[in-house]
């Protein structure tokens, strides 16, 4: 009887992995999320940050290294001391108080690392501001995070002083890392750092923290316009953090961090090796050329991706060492499939875990099975932990589809709709700094039933039949562009103070060949003028970075808008840079001649072809 039992068993287990042959997979993943979740209620409980899991590791493994950045290698007793020095600075100079925001604008260099952490022992949060930002732009960011202080690389000098007139009408105090300043309003910092005690320093200076505190602020651009401070409190830096834990990272690993630390992506590479207690090697910028000799140099195991960085691996020209390295391990977001399948064709077998997510969300997916091209599973073990759902998207309206009650509607398997995820406890939404206008636009209400709250992604996804979910295309004001995500409005903003230009609609296209969407501008010109290209490309030039630059821009004679007053995108969109299909003059952003030429022909087969780079 107990061997028909057995035999029974075994093949209603087989039954249920035929017609569920990822349950497994999923049951795992789920317990692993339930897990994670009840330590972090665990560290909520006994107020431990991740500032207190990196002096854990100090005490446990002082001689190990916990940073390596070109030749130099700084242990975890290393960090923790120049840290401390650090915040000496900031206590010392008296004009810090409990809670007070400074806001870093640096590169991925160590001072970064020491900065944060420095800040976090005396209880303040830090904004980390985009170096490639300028001008107006960089001082909107300045000011929508509240900070007091600034501290800046010294190679970013001349865009702080650009500023300073405005920084210092709002009596900010502006620290440049060099041993001294000439610039009247601006402090030397890195000359003060070196004279201060790297002694401990009290717990008492941050005993206001808890776990619901701002550990720092990571700027995004979203879907509604200009870059907005993210809130990432302690407990979201834990969940954040906890991804190369879920990823399979362990104690041994070391990881690549090449990204930019103002990302979320940089930034958790580094705190989520503080969680696994493990080395990280720095790069202060992304290398195609010098990743593999990095690797190993420094015995990377581990290595951060976005999509743009995997397809730049592939285009690199192939050397006889391509599977000469230690890497296992890839976690990124935003690789397509076919360089996922060259990837590891050329790179060897490495495992990547894709994973999708938002600074701000209250959501993350993660492809734990494997599955080329996927983001995540919508299982309904997945679900009854995090409720998301997938709703049908008027993309033309850029508002969600709704039934005679007035309730989205879930979209078709196979169907591209908006990915929403409810906010509760468990998953709550932080929202913006000082911005509650733009955090609420980020709720959708009565999605599912009447008085529910969700986060809308402001992406376009789509559930197979399986379940695997894949990554569209981004909806609203933003589209993604080497690497950056690029807010159209900011960008028209800056296209039409420029003198030739009345108004802009800016848009992302796909260019044949590329990741993400080249920047678009339909344009209308002032009264009596022509389109001055040298200007405009000099203007643009001045007052955006490089990856927000339109790539094409179309003279139009009129811009066409909704009832709203919503500028039509749809169309222009579906028509991309095409001189077959467009009358209106198009220009082409040429970097070496510095100007905007007109798109001819042969400029059009060279984009489409890859011959002329973009």
Same mark, same amino acid.
């Given at each position: 009887m107990l061997l028909w039992t057995l035999c029974a068993a075994v093949l209603l287990l087989g039954l249920l992995f035929l017609r569920f042959p990822y349950l497994h997979l999923d049951l795992q993943h789920v317990?692993?999320?339930?897990?994670?979740?009840?330590? !972090?209620?665990?560290? !909520?409980?006994?107020?431990?940050?991740? *500032?207190?899991?990196?002096?854990?590791?100090?005490?446990?493994?002082?001689? @190990?290294?916990?940073?390596?950045? @070109?030749?130099?290698?700084?242990?975890?007793?290393?960090?923790?001391?120049?840290?401390?020095?650090?915040?000496?600075?900031?206590?010392?100079?008296?004009? *810090?108080?409990?809670?007070?925001?400074?806001?870093?604008?640096?590169?991925? $260099?160590?001072?970064?690392?020491?900065?944060?952490?420095?800040?976090? @022992?005396?209880g303040c949060p830090a904004a980390f501001l985009n170096h490639n930002v300028r001008s107006k732009s960089l001082l909107h960011c300045f000011s929508c995070c509240g900070a007091s202080t600034l501290v800046a690389a010294a190679e970013l000098q001349d865009a702080v %002083?650009?500023?300073?007139?405005?920084? &210092? %009408?709002?009596?900010?105090?502006?620290?440049?890392?060099?041993?001294?300043?000439?610039?009247?309003g601006m402090e030397s910092f890195t000359d003060k750092m070196s004279l201060a005690s790297s002694e401990p320093l009290s717990k008492d200076l941050r005993s206001h923290v808890t776990l619901h505190s701002p550990a720092a602020y990571i700027y995004t651009s979203g879907t509604t316009g200009l870059p907005k401070a993210a809130v990432i409190t302690h407990t979201k830096l834990w969940f954040l953090s906890w991804l190369q834990r879920t990823s399979g990272v362990n104690s041994s690993d070391v990881i690549y961090v090449s990204l930019p630390l103002y990302h979320s992506t940089g930034f958790l590479g580094c705190t989520g090796a503080i969680e696994r207690g493990i080395t990280v090697a720095l790069r202060s910028k992304f290398s195609a050329s010098q990743f593999w000799d990095d690797c190993r140099?420094?015995?990377?195991?581990?290595?951060? #991706?976005?999509?743009? !960085?995997?397809?730049? &691996?592939?285009?690199?020209?192939?050397?006889?060492?391509?599977?000469?390295?230690?890497v296992r391990l890839a976690l990124g977001n935003g690789i397509r499939a076919d360089v996922w399948r060259e990837f590891n064709s050329r790179f060897g077998k490495i495992q990547i875990r894709e994973f999708y997510g938002a600074t701000e969300g209250n959501i993350a997916l993660h492809n734990y099975t494997g599955k080329i091209g996927a983001v995540g599973r919508d299982s309904f073990l997945n679900r009854m932990i995090f409720p998301i759902c997938v709703i049908k998207y008027n993309v033309e309206t850029e508002e969600p589809v709704r039934d005679s009650s007035g309730f989205c509607i879930k979209a078709g398997k196979g169907e591209s709709g908006l990915l929403v995820s409810?906010?509760?406890?468990?998953?709550?939404?932080?929202? #913006?700094?000082?911005? &509650?206008?733009?955090?609420? @636009?980020?709720?959708?209400?009565?999605? +599912? =039933?009447?008085?529910? +709250?969700?986060?809308?992604?402001?992406?376009?996804?789509?559930?197979? $039949? %399986?379940?695997?979910?894949?990554?569209?295309?981004?909806?609203?004001?933003?589209?993604?562009? =080497?690497?950056?995500?690029?807010?159209?409005?900011?960008?028209?903003?800056?296209?039409?103070?420029?003198?030739?230009?009345?108004?802009?609609?800016?848009?992302?296209?796909?260019?044949?060949?590329?990741?993400g969407r080249a920047g678009m501008a339909a344009v209308t010109l002032r009264d009596g003028q022509k389109f001055d290209s040298a200007d405009v490309f000099k203007h643009v030039e001045n007052f955006l970075p490089a990856y927000a630059r339109p790539r094409?821009?179309?003279?139009?004679?009129?811009? =066409?808008?909704?009832?709203?007053?919503?500028?039509?995108?749809? =169309?222009?969109?579906?028509?991309?840079?095409?001189?077959? &299909? !467009?009358?209106d003059p198009i220009y082409f952003l040429d970097e070496k001649e510095r100007n905007y030429i007109p798109l001819t022909l042969d400029v059009f087969n060279g984009v489409t072809s890859g011959k002329i780079k973009i």
């Open positions: 317990l692993s999320k339930v897990r994670t979740g009840r330590q !972090i209620r665990k560290h !909520i409980q006994s107020n431990y940050t991740v *500032l207190d899991r990196f002096l854990d590791a100090v005490r446990t493994h002082p001689h @190990k290294p916990y940073l390596r950045f @070109k030749d130099e290698t700084f242990t975890y007793r290393d960090a923790d001391a120049l840290s401390n020095q650090a915040a000496r600075v900031f206590v010392q100079s008296g004009r *810090l108080k409990q809670g007070d925001t400074v806001a870093m604008f640096v590169g991925n $260099e160590p001072m970064f690392l020491w900065l944060w952490l420095g800040l976090a @022992k005396i %002083e650009e500023i300073l007139p405005s920084l &210092l %009408e709002q009596q900010v105090t502006v620290y440049i890392l060099s041993d001294t300043s000439m610039t009247v140099k420094y015995n990377v195991t581990v290595v951060q #991706y976005i999509g743009e !960085i995997m397809r730049y &691996l592939c285009n690199t020209p192939k050397r006889p060492n391509d599977r000469d390295h230690r409810e906010i509760s406890m468990r998953t709550p939404f932080f929202g #913006y700094a000082r911005d &509650l206008q733009q955090t609420e @636009k980020k709720k959708l209400h009565d999605v +599912v =039933k009447k008085g529910d +709250v969700y986060f809308n992604t402001g992406d376009l996804l789509r559930v197979d $039949e %399986e379940g695997f979910i894949y990554f569209d295309d981004r909806v609203g004001d933003t589209f993604r562009w =080497k690497g950056e995500n690029v807010a159209t409005t900011e960008v028209a903003d800056v296209m039409t103070v420029a003198d030739c230009i009345e108004e802009a609609n800016v848009y992302g296209i796909k260019v044949p060949g590329q990741e094409f821009i179309r003279i139009q004679s009129s811009i =066409k808008v909704t009832g709203t007053f919503k500028h039509l995108k749809g =169309k222009l969109v579906e028509e991309g840079f095409d001189p077959n &299909l !467009i009358t």
